[in-house]
């Protein structure tokens, strides 16, 4: 069936501190991943992706890890500002589907 | 980069008016777009898929004649909403792929809050 992504519902960190958003999924046949931010009263945003022939890629601040032996997908957000406090979402997707499928999001919050 | 604008950002309006939210490709063609629906507090739930010059894919349990959605263009996808009752206020959230081939990202709409009184 359709892979979604796992979370664990919220993550708190200290401003300035690094931050690691974790993600499972549960289809061995997903062969691309998506990392969504949504900040409230927005649409999703784009920030990264990494297809299953890889299993690290870096941004602008971020990276993602891939880790295809046991399903999990980490997001690692470098000096975490106010303003990345967000829902993130990692979306698996399996081949020659288009749509995506939300698991219900990691709520990260920045503390000042 | 790739921008998708939606509008109207938010509507209110009375119970049984129809409703009609467009979801445009700015600098890009897309022949397909989707439509996603987010309850408060809760994630997207894929609704349809909008195929250009074809009718559109809905999910199971959407229905179709409530949700009607027009593609006409490369660039513009249209949900209407018909007959709309307060259980149907939502944010509304289209997307659309970035190229044409599986396994792209997709970019989104800034989303469309529908409150029916």
């Known amino acids: 069936g359709e892979s979604v992504g796992l979370h664990l519902p919220t993550l708190s960190v200290q401003e300035g501190d690094n931050s690691i958003i974790n993600c499972a999924y549960s289809n061995s046949a997903s062969d691309y991943f998506i990392w969504y931010k949504q900040e409230s009263g927005k649409g999703p945003q784009f920030i990264i992706d990494i297809r299953s022939n890889m299993d690290k890629r870096q941004g602008q601040r971020v990276t993602v890890l891939l880790n295809k032996t046991v399903k999990h997908l980490s997001l690692q957000i470098a000096a975490t500002q106010p303003g990345d406090s967000a829902v993130y979402f990692c979306?698996?997707?399996?081949?020659?589907?288009?749509?995506?499928?939300f698991g219900s999001g990691t709520r990260l919050q920045v503390q000042p | 980069g790739a921008v998708v604008s939606q509008h109207p950002s938010w509507v209110i309006c009375k119970s049984g008016t129809s409703v009609k939210i467009e979801c445009r490709s700015l600098d890009f063609q897309a022949t397909t777009m989707f439509w996603y629906r987010q309850f408060p507090k809760q994630s997207l739930m894929l609704m349809a898929t909008s195929n250009e010059g074809s009718k559109a894919t809905y999910e199971q349990g959407v229905e179709k004649d409530k949700f009607l959605i027009n593609h006409a263009s490369l660039t513009l996808s249209t949900l209407t909403v018909t007959s709309a009752h307060p259980e149907d206020s939502s944010f509304y959230i289209c997307?659309?792929?970035?190229?044409?081939?599986?396994?792209?990202?997709?970019?989104f709409g800034d989303g469309t809050r529908l409150s029916i009184l």
């Open positions: 997307s659309a792929p970035v190229g044409a081939g599986n396994n792209q990202p997709q970019h």
């Open positions: 979306v698996p997707m399996d081949t020659g589907r288009r749509a995506l499928t």
